[in-house]
């Protein structure tokens, strides 16, 4: 038996049968997600690469139905989980960035309006078949931040070292009323 997410068929075969399809699959199997992340990371030094970053599983939950009594309006309810490597970019260092998103949308095609759903999200449907794992990957693609940070300000080195600075700061006041007890 093939892997669901990978199969192609109608909006509108999927959401018949209400297929429901549970996500468990490494990031690495998303081509484009890869890519972003794998782009993202090359700003690491080479020993600093996280080395397992493409096995990072991505968990969730894809399920198909109409948003409609009539069952003209295809939709598809996605929501995934992960936690990517990623390099903050206040320290330039390698983290670990938890992901948690979810939509719904109807699944039209292009130039298709459902009267009544306008305040819906719109899968515009760029060809007659449509392929699960399309839908995942958009998902995460757009849950990623654009600019990534550590999450927990006190991992973050970028934010530490700007408290070191702030000691710093104080340093020559210090040292001047040392300098000033001295010449007394
Ligand atoms: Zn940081």
Known sequence: M?????????????????????????????????????????????????????????AGELKF???????????????????????????????RLPLETEAEWMLLGLDETAEGYEDHEVWELEESTLRPKDIVEEL?????????????????KALSAAADDREDRTKPFAALRAQMIQDQ
């Open 2 to 58: 093939g892997n669901p997410l990978q199969d192609r068929r109608t909006a509108a075969e999927w959401a018949a049968v209400g297929q429901v399809i549970k996500i468990a699959e490494e990031i690495g199997g998303f081509e484009r997600l890869a890519s972003i992340v794998e782009a993202d990371l090359a700003a690491l030094e080479p020993d600093k690469m996280p080395a397992a970053w493409r096995d990072t599983v991505i």
């Open 65 to 95: 139905g109409f948003a409609d009594a009539q069952q003209r309006v295809p939709t598809v309810r996605c929501r995934v989980a992960v936690t990517v490597d990623a390099v903050c970019q206040r320290c330039l260092e390698a983290f």
């Open 140 to 156: 995460l693609i757009m849950a990623l931040p654009f600019s990534a940070m550590h999450v927990d300000s006190e991992s973050c």
